[in-house]
């Protein structure tokens, strides 16, 4: 059976992006929403809602709008891989990913101060990515996947081990 190659979604990113949250590649409700962490039962934007709880987050409909709050907050959102085959949204049925130009990144993100990977897919390529940004010492993080298949990380688990890397980031008060 051939796989369909899948096209990811392009960069939020800008010149305010201090902390840039990588995750693996959109799942199917993300890429026909072609939204990032579309489906409704992602905790990604629950969670940044939480970081800043006295600054509503744009509804759901609002993605434009969405894309410029995480922006004003210093967030970046992109994925490791721009394109790959794959059938669903889990990151082991990937197939032929190809990896984002991370080097065209760090032009466009000179404020930049951490990554953190939303999950393990994405992880997997952190010497990468650090690689490709050419910086030795750059600060990578592991952080706990929001996708509703991370069912063994309660919400508040998660809020802390992304508030602590928001915290390192410098774009929330300490943990």
């Known amino acids: 059976m051939k796989r369909i190659r899948l096209q990811g979604l392009p960069p939020v990113v800008g010149p305010s992006t201090r902390l840039l949250v990588l995750g693996s590649f959109p799942g199917v409700a993300s890429l026909q929403a072609q939204q990032y ?14 970081l800043w709880p006295d600054d509503p987050l744009p509804a759901r409909e609002h993605y434009a709008e969405r894309c410029v709050w995480v922006l004003e907050h210093g967030l970046g959102i992109w994925d490791v891989y721009a394109s790959c085959e794959r059938e669903g949204s889990l ?20 404020h930049l101060r951490l990554i953190a990977h939303n999950g393990g897919e994405s992880f997997r390529h952190a010497k990468a990515v650090r690689a490709a940004l050419d910086v030795e010492h750059f600060p990578l993080v592991q952080l706990p996947s929001t996708s509703p298949a991370n ?9 802390a081990a992304w508030r602590e890397a928001a915290a390192q980031a410098g774009i929330i008060s300490g943990s």
């Open 151 to 159: 069912a063994s990380w309660s919400f508040e688990r998660k809020l």
């Open 91 to 110: 990151d082991s049925a990937i197939r032929n990913p190809v990896v984002n130009d991370f080097a065209a990144l760090r032009a466009r993100c000179p």
């Open 37 to 50: 962490y579309g489906h409704p039962q992602n905790h990604f934007w629950k969670i940044l809602q939480a």
